[in-house]
């Protein structure tokens, strides 16, 4: 499937629709008005049914295909969303920006860039043939081997430490009592043979700084928690907030650590596709296999959208068509108008 001209199928059939309020990302200053902007955007896409399941996680093939949601949270905490909002989802890769966060925020901005990496791989999130490549070895914090390599320097006491602190810190961020999801976990800790395998040849380069077996259980267990589309919108409003929470005001990273995080997430956020992303769409953003993406505005908005089914690259087919439609409406890329 051509996700391009998907899109431009996608566009060609929307663009004649009038709606007054798309013009301009200030012109949605109310929550009615982006509710009802965001219910154009969900009706357009319903009848979308590119994609596939997940095959090779058994419990993602097991999820309804046709749930799609959308989310707003705007920098002062007004929260708007459509469709399955509420429905939980496996926030898979999604996670790995907020992780990498809670690192910087534990032992400095730097630490990602001397002990992981930041530059994007240009090959598959998951692949062995990135690590032999390139000399950093883990590269950066949003591909498989460079977000084992982020989870093995969560600061605690051993392994139960470090999982705990890291699950605390995403329910501070998401304002909810997220929870591991025990169906996913099992699932993917019984089928990771390759991030076995990367975990291991990490330790032998000296850019795992744990024990394999342990840094994988952990790194699993962040994918397997739990998120609603809009708890991930809240998650990503802290940082469309320069690290403040949006519902309580607190600031829970400095804006360099979040200055950090949106340019990972802009080079490497959504695998192969981070460059026609940032084309198309110019805002970072991160995905995941289990339908999610949550997308960034700095100053303004966090948006994510879940849909399950993905392309060839991993990310959600619909997710990806809702926040670009947003995006091209309201004139929201960071590096100028985008179609």
Do not use: C
């Not at 342990?214 to 409003?237: H, K």
Request: aromatic share 6%; glycine share 10%.
């Amino acid at each position: 499937m051509n996700l391009k001209l998907l899109g431009a199928r996608f566009f060609a059939g929307s663009i004649a629709i009038a709606f007054a309020v798309a013009a301009r990302a200030d012109a949605v200053s109310s929550v009615d008005e982006m509710r009802a902007l965001l219910a154009v955007i969900h009706a357009e896409l319903k009848p979308v049914g590119d994609g596939n399941l997940p095959g090779y996680i058994p419990a993602l093939g097991d999820v309804d295909p046709d749930l799609l949601a959308i989310a707003v949270v705007f920098a002062d905490g007004r929260t708007v969303s459509v469709g399955d909002a509420r429905h939980p989802f496996a926030i898979m890769s999604a996670a790995k920006p907020f992780t990498a966060a809670l690192v910087m925020k534990q032992r400095g901005r730097g630490v990602i860039r001397e002990k992981v990496g930041v530059e994007p791989t240009g090959y598959p999130f998951n692949s062995i043939d990135a690590i032999e490549a390139h000399a950093e070895r883990s590269v950066n914090p949003l591909v498989n081997a460079g977000a084992m390599a982020t989870v093995s320097l969560l600061a605690g006491d051993g392994p139960d430490a470090q999982w705990s602190g890291l699950l605390g810190w995403y329910r501070q961020l998401a304002g909810a009592d997220l929870q591991l999801n025990e169906t996913v976990y099992a699932s993917v800790r019984e089928t990771g043979l390759r991030n076995r395998a990367i975990a291991a040849l990490l330790r032998e380069y000296g850019r795992l700084y744990g024990e394999p077996e342990a840094v994988r259980d952990i790194y699993n267990r962040q994918s397997s928690v739990d998120v609603t589309t809009e708890q991930l919108a809240m998650m990503g409003a802290v940082l469309a907030n320069g690290g403040r929470h949006p519902a309580t005001g607190q600031r829970l990273l400095e804006p360099e650590t979040v200055s950090a995080v949106l340019a990972v997430m802009t080079m490497a956020g959504m695998y192969d596709d981070a460059g026609e992303w940032a084309w198309e769409v110019g805002l970072p953003a991160k995905s995941g296999v289990g339908g999610g993406i949550v997308a960034i505005v700095p100053g303004k908005m966090s948006i994510a959208a879940f849909s399950p089914r993905l392309d060839e690259q991993g990310n959600s087919v619909r997710a990806q068509l809702a926040i670009r439609s947003l995006s091209a409406r309201l004139d929201l890329g960071l590096f100028g108008p985008v179609e």
